[in-house]
């Protein structure tokens, strides 16, 4: 959220309960240690959920449209986002490599680009299966689609699953 949005919803709060509203305090901000984060992309500065994903999941900046790839990728670039030398490791990736358990908790797909952001290397957000990729006139065996990922590349065949469905 950005501090704009934090005023308005503390505003709201405050006025909920009759007063003015910029007295109001949001839970969070009891916190002993609050932090910012600049989430726009490379190359746009309204950003999407994969480059803000690759951004407070990996601590690197990408371009629009790219999760868990450096700049370097454009949208859409298979051959680059197929090259190692792209890819960032992410937050959980950190987390396996020090031996400890790493997962997502999502109430979207998760393949959908914020959950992708933990384990996938992709020069586009919409290739989430092998048709997506194959619709974009690309061959998956050399540009991995996300579930592909997931499934077979690390750190995602790493992560513990727990399904839990919650219906209304």
């Known amino acids: 959220m950005s501090v704009p ?8 709060l405050g006025q909920r309960d009759h007063r003015t509203g ?12 609050v932090g910012l984060a600049k989430t726009y992309c490379v190359d ?14 990996c601590g690197v900046k990408t371009n629009l449209g790219t999760i868990g790839v ?28 020090d031996g400890r358990d790493a997962g997502i908790v ?3 797909r998760v393949t959908h680009a914020s959950p992708a952001g933990a384990y996938a290397h992709v020069a586009n957000r ?11 006139s690309h061959d998956p065996g050399s540009c991995p689609d996300i579930a592909y990922q997931l499934i077979h590349s690390y750190p995602g065949n790493e992560f513990k699953v727990q399904l839990i469905f919650y219906f209304q």
């Open 5 to 12: 949005t934090l005023a308005a919803a503390r505003t709201l």
């Open 22 to 33: 910029e007295e109001a305090q949001l839970s969070f901000e009891n916190f002993p240690t």
């Open 70 to 97: 450096t700049a370097a990728v454009p949208r859409g670039d298979c051959p680059s986002s197929a090259d190692s030398a792209t890819h960032v490791e992410s937050i959980a990736a950190w987390a396996l490599a």
């Open 44 to 57: 746009a500065q309204i950003a999407d959920s994969a480059c803000t994903a690759t951004s407070y999941l």
């Open 126 to 136: 919409d290739w989430e299966s092998d048709v997506d990729v194959l619709n974009d």
């Open 106 to 108: 999502t109430t979207t």
